[in-house]
């Protein structure tokens, strides 16, 4: 009789003992498939550096280095513009004044949600759908449809550019499918789309990317901003570059020595994946496109963890086997959600597992830090990549602005950007500044509607 509870003991201790071993083993593992060290980092630049050069030279790289037909502001620019910005999930139009003094002002803005079969069905329906959006946004805030105003279309995907206001999408990232629009100048099918409309008085004058709008919006009050970065549902950078440095580019004698550049660095493809990456890649609309986008940005992070989630479950690490079928579902775990894990919300109970163990709990907290540090950690190394192609001896002050929810939102993001920055760069990280650049994506593209035009005070 005495004898049993001891066995028992030692059994329970023993199982104990063995599924705890088998526990810490799985989660070494998840750390170190996961992880991206400073040696990963230094092997980055190097590709990134051969990539850049390639693509600036136009020759086959998987960072397009897209030359964006304007330069940074003098912040002397002014006038009133309106501008489109279709980017993600949401659709804005928005009336921005610049004042000529580095200030800039949203006067008026609308906000229309994207329906899903708008995203998946013809380019002609979503293209009316933005000129719906322009129509509404003028008759709600009282514009005039006889008086001309001029537009700058913020048109976040891969646009190869050959004029400021001539771009062909080169292929659609982040979700989008509309057909008929691959391979067509873009801001031709808008134009056309507000004929169909009859909307006369709208002169599309610019075709900015999000981050050009994000460099052009910080670079218009401090001359020292030379990138823009966004790290939200999509992730990607420009920076400004010398014209002579853009051997795919034909200069012109019109006195300019520098244009931005759109890396479209969502893209770059010498990033090595894990057995979770290549299960996302394959599973998504553009397999073997926008690999790095697909490590780093948030509207991948989530379902990274969720596949995470998944086989932490099916290796007896994470809550019970009968849990499963809560995370069957892709794209259900959320970045929003994983972002709320790891500033410490109880993540389990909004998937009704409100009677999860601590020991659940703690690992999803795990779970989410372990993504979110190494995609901060690849993009603090490509911003680091970019930093040193413009400026290997770090003669200067740069400030990059940054835009996008998981710079602004995920807890820890932008402290663990700026450790590998310091592990890579010592004290030289001083010297790059990450600034929040608010709403580039609107302002921005007044910004380069009025360099494109000229259009300065005194
Ligand atoms: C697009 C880029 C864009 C980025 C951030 C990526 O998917 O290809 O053009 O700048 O998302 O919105």
Redesign the pocket.
């Known amino acids: 009789m005495v004898v049993y509870p001891i066995i028992t003991t030692r059994h329970a201790i023993g199982h104990f003992m063995q599924g705890n071993a088998q526990t810490i083993e799985q989660w070494s593992r998840l750390e170190r498939v996961f992880s991206f060290s400073v040696s990963d980092a230094r092997k980055l630049i190097t590709c990134f550096h051969e990539e850049m050069k390639c693509g600036l030279a136009g020759q086959a790289s998987s960072l397009k280095m897209i030359p964006c037909y304007v330069r940074r502001p003098t912040g002397l620019e002014c006038g009133s513009y309106l501008a489109l910005d279709l980017?993600?999930t949401n659709l804005r139009v928005l009336a921005v004044e610049l004042d000529g003094r580095g200030g800039a002002n949203i006067s008026a803005v609308s906000r229309f949600v994207i329906p899903e079969p708008v995203m998946h069905g013809s380019g002609e329906a979503l293209f009316d759908f933005l000129a719906d959006g322009v129509l509404l946004f003028l008759e709600k805030h009282g514009y005039n449809l006889r008086q001309n105003h001029d537009l700058a279309f913020t048109?976040?995907?891969?646009?190869e550019q050959s004029a400021i206001n001539v771009g062909i999408l080169l292929n659609w990232?982040?979700g989008f499918t509309a057909f008929g629009v691959e391979g067509k100048d873009v801001v031709a099918l808008l134009r056309e789309a507000l004929v169909r409309k009859n909307i006369k008085n709208i002169s599309v004058t610019a075709l900015a990317?999000?981050?050009t709008g994000t460099l052009m919006t910080k670079s218009y009050d401090d001359a020292s901003c030379d990138m823009g970065v966004?790290l939200?549902?999509?992730?990607?950078?420009?920076y400004s570059e010398n014209l002579h440095r853009i051997p795919k580019y034909s200069v012109s004698d019109d006195g300019e020595r520098e244009m931005v550049v759109?890396l479209?660095w969502?893209?770059f493809d010498k990033v090595e994946m894990n057995g979770y990456d290549q299960e996302l890649d394959r599973a998504t609309r553009n397999a073997g496109l926008?690999r790095m986008?697909k490590m780093v940005?948030g509207?991948y992070l989530g379902e990274l963890a969720r596949l995470v989630i998944l086989d932490m479950i099916d290796n007896g690490c994470l809550l019970q086997k009968k849990h499963r079928y809560i995370f069957e579902r892709e794209y259900s775990v959320t970045t929003e959600l994983l972002s709320q894990a790891a500033g410490g919300e109880d993540f389990l109970a909004g998937f009704g597992l409100e009677n999860a163990t601590d020991h659940d709990r703690e690992a999803a907290v795990r779970i989410s830090h372990i993504i979110s540090r190494r995609a901060a950690r690849i993009a603090g190394t490509a911003i680091a990549a970019v930093v040193t192609w413009m400026d290997a001896g770090f003669e200067r002050h740069h400030t990059v602005a940054v835009d996008?929810s998981l710079f602004e939102k995920f807890p820890g993001f932008r402290t663990n950007i700026l450790h590998i920055l310091q592990e890579l760069l010592g004290d030289s990280a001083e010297k790059i500044a990450l600034c929040p650049a608010a709403d580039g994506?609107g302002i921005g593209a007044a910004i380069v509607a009025a360099v494109a035009s000229g259009r300065s005070g005194s």
């Open positions: 980017g993600g048109f976040s995907f891969p646009v990232t982040k990317n999000d981050t966004i939200g549902t999509g992730t990607n950078a420009c759109n479209e969502g893209n926008q986008e940005s509207m996008g994506s």
